[in-house]
């Protein structure tokens, strides 16, 4: 069964350090998503991206964040100056088309110390 | 506030037992909606759907249940067994990009 497949699985980073987290969507999809997970709360929505472009962001992905698909396969998502409550799980999630429920990977757990 | 919530944080069942998962939305125009499981350590995985033209959806073991009268939705597992044991969420699709937006998950323990 095809895969969201996302690198690192874990990432531990100082404050105020740029991350890069990376994900590799299902070939043939054409939306994607990144939420995340602060422990023990519910998923959060941070941006939607479409036809090469962010086509849905929260309140949440400010300034600091930044999505890019640089070639073909991959989805990356950029914090540029990380702060302590930046730690969470960060889920990347691809659908192969809009109005149903897509797939998503297993998560980066990004810890900022 | 909040759009879609879960009564029970969480449920702890015995093996063999049905589950039943309780979920409350509160966008009347909400259409669609999907459970997720998430086990320790892996993102969100699809469970089944519903589509706001439907009252009841059925996959393996597990029935969706939509009523669009008091904005309710639950998930019932049947015979419930351990590999169960995981958060459960439930979500809306919401938007012309298809935002998700998640329950706060109920916890469901199955005790063998």
């Known amino acids: 069964e095809p895969e969201v497949t996302q690198t690192p699985s874990h990432q531990v980073t100082q404050m105020g350090q740029e991350v890069i987290l990376r994900c590799v969507p299902i070939s043939n999809h054409l939306y994607f998503y990144w939420y995340r997970q602060i422990l023990g709360q519910k998923v959060e929505f941070l941006v939607s991206?479409?036809?090469?472009?962010?086509?849905?962001k929260s309140e949440i992905f400010d300034d600091q964040f930044s999505v890019e698909r640089p070639d073909g396969s991959n989805f990356t998502l950029k914090i540029r100056s990380t702060k302590l409550e930046d730690s969470a799980m960060y889920f990347c999630a691809s659908g192969e088309t809009g109005g149903y429920g897509y797939t998503f990977g297993s998560g980066t757990r990004l810890t900022v110390v | 506030g909040e759009s879609v919530g879960l009564h029970l944080p969480t449920l702890s069942v015995q093996e063999g037992d049905n589950s039943i998962i309780n979920c409350a939305y509160s966008n009347s125009a909400s259409d669609y909606f999907i459970w997720y499981k998430q086990e320790s350590g892996k993102g969100p995985q699809f469970i089944i759907d519903i589509r706001s033209n439907m009252d009841k959806r059925q996959g393996q073991r597990v029935t969706v249940l939509l009523n669009k009268t008091v904005k309710h939705l639950s998930l019932q597992i049947a015979a419930t067994q351990p590999g169960d044991s995981a958060v459960y969420f439930c979500a809306e699709l919401l938007g012309s990009n298809y935002k998700l937006t998640f329950g706060k998950g109920t916890l469901l323990t199955v005790n063998p």
């Open positions: 991206f479409y036809n090469n472009e962010i086509s849905e």
